[in-house]
């Protein structure tokens, strides 16, 4: 969930591979990951301290019959997300992602970092994070990716916001459709809120938000996607777009993605 400039709180990519057999028989994926973008957690946000985010994505093909390449990623639900406050300038969050149907559905995610203008003015938002963290951790079904990248995002008034950053993960589990590791690569997003709006209490926040975001590699992450977040109140978000990817013998044709993201009250 993108979450606009106004707000910091976000939820949390979208691509969990199920099994390296599964891979190759061009079966699709999904991923368990941080606050996110559209397909990667490459964003400047992390979530709000006290703040628990429930979620439900899901990806599937559009006008294909089985026979043709249809079907669908397993369901992701954020079960549920949380920000916890390190120091005034050092902030993490943390969560646990539910896959369903999978053998082995549960995966974890972290990240830790500081927003903009926190140590300087000037200064970028500098995060590094880890996902896809599985609990099978050996086999040909094994779920343990662990995907650790960086990310180094920036405001530009006017025109949106920013991040880059590269990525590494288990040489072991993150593989081509080929069976090749893939293992390394870059993700960089971009989004852009307008049609600014207020609540009844006078919270400002963006009805509209353009989100896209990208991911290099010819592995279940290489990818990216682009769509148009909805908010109902600055804390419910529903986000609608494409999601296309580098290598389709892991997750077959492009897919339509569904995010629904809720922020709860804050608790602490």
Avoid: C
Wanted: proline content about 5%.
């Amino acid at each position: 969930m993108v979450t606009g400039m106004e707000e910091d709180e976000m939820k949390g990519p979208k691509l969990l591979a199920m099994s390296i057999s599964t891979i190759l028989l061009s079966a699709g994926v999904a991923s368990a990951t941080s606050s996110s973008t559209v397909w990667t957690p490459m964003t400047l946000d992390i979530q709000s301290p006290g703040v628990f985010h429930l979620g439900i994505d899901n990806y599937f093909t559009v006008g294909k019959r089985f026979s043709e390449g249809g079907g669908s990623f397993p369901t992701d639900l954020t079960l549920p997300e949380v920000g916890v406050a390190i120091s005034s300038k050092v902030q993490m969050e943390f969560g646990l992602d539910y896959f369903g149907p999978a053998d082995d559905p549960w995966f974890g995610n972290l990240k830790i970092g500081s927003p903009e203008d926190t140590w300087f003015k000037g200064q970028p938002a500098l995060e590094i994070g880890v996902f896809d963290v599985g609990t099978k951790r050996s086999g040909p079904t094994r779920t343990d990716f662990d995907v650790v990248y960086l990310v180094i995002g920036k405001s530009i008034r006017g025109l949106g916001r920013i991040s880059v950053g590269p990525y590494v993960g288990n040489h072991a589990a993150l593989v081509s459709s080929t069976g090749k590791a893939e293992n390394t690569g870059y993700m960089v997003a971009f989004d852009h809120a307008f049609v600014p709006t207020k609540d009844k209490e006078g919270n400002e926040f963006s009805r509209l938000v353009f989100a896209a975001d990208f991911a290099s590699g010819k592995n279940y992450i290489g990818g990216g996607g682009f769509g148009i977040y909805y908010y109902f109140t600055k804390d419910i978000s529903l986000l609608t777009g494409p999601v296309f990817f580098n290598d389709q013998g892991i997750n077959g044709k492009w897919k339509l993605s569904t995010q629904l993201d809720i922020n709860l009250p804050k608790l602490f």
